[in-house]
């Protein structure tokens, strides 16, 4: 059985001017301990696909298909069952550090809560051992000096420190499934090779699985066993990483990696889409 089983997921919204379908006829699955990536322009429908696995989508979305956590259907659950698949099972990593925490609030407290209300053993944790837990973890992701920086507010942290604080805030309760979506969007280069650095290093530590949702094929090729390629909220081609690369078999996908600028190349001008493609969409 799949950890996480996606089947003709579907997803539309309601406007003034009709109905927008934003993701159609998507699959996907991925077994325990493996990573996964979602690549696409923005739009492609990546991140409506994560937000209706977490059941984080807008009321006006309509949602049909399947969405199966260890054979559990999440679509269509309790506002309760959700809650607590998300406090201890399904985990969500968002895009922009730099807005994500609430500048208002310690890191103490921000991290405490998640562990006082939804402690992996189903019991109200006390203050003060979540704190300690919670140290522990930002240990675990290489903040310095956790002990005393965890009373810090985010402003006093640079970006690459904020990702790291909102990583192991969606690891405390030790989640099988981890979504990533955009994690290294807001980084510097250096900062990015980083982070995903440790998010591989936390997953074998962990033993969860990782749906890594990006735009950045740079980071996939060194992380992830298996890629999938969305584009206008259909998938055009998936399958592993190793495949996806080398030998491409949709126009979309082919456009992509083409391009990627390298360093081997000494182009004057931006390579842009063949977007010709999607034509043969249409009629198909």
Known sequence: ?????????????????????????????????????????????????????????????????SIKYQGQEIIGL???????????????????????????????????????????????????NAIAECVRMLEAVKIPNAKNRIHLYPHEFSGGMRQRVMIAMSLLCRPKLLIADEPTTALDVTVQARIMDLLVELQEEFHMAIVLITHNLGIVAGSCERTMVMYKGEVMEQGSTVDIFGKPSHPYTQGLLSAVPRLDQDEERLVTLDRSFETQMAEG
């Open 1 to 65: 059985m799949a950890l996480l089983d996606i089947q003709n997921l579907r997803i539309t919204y309601n406007t003034p001017d009709g109905v927008v379908e934003a993701v159609r006829n998507v699959n996907l699955q991925i077994d325990k301990g493996e990573t996964l990536a979602i690549v696409g322009e923005s739009g492609s429908g990546k991140s409506q696909t994560a937000f209706a696995t977490m059941g984080l989508l807008p009321h006006n979305a309509q949602v049909s298909g």
């Open 78 to 128: 309790s506002h309760e069952g959700m809650n607590k698949l998300r406090s201890n099972e399904i985990a969500m990593i968002f895009q922009d550090p730099m807005t994500s925490l609430n500048p208002y609030l310690r890191i103490s407290d921000q991290m405490a809560e998640t562990l006082i209300y939804n402690s992996p053993d189903g019991k109200r944790m006390k203050k003060k």
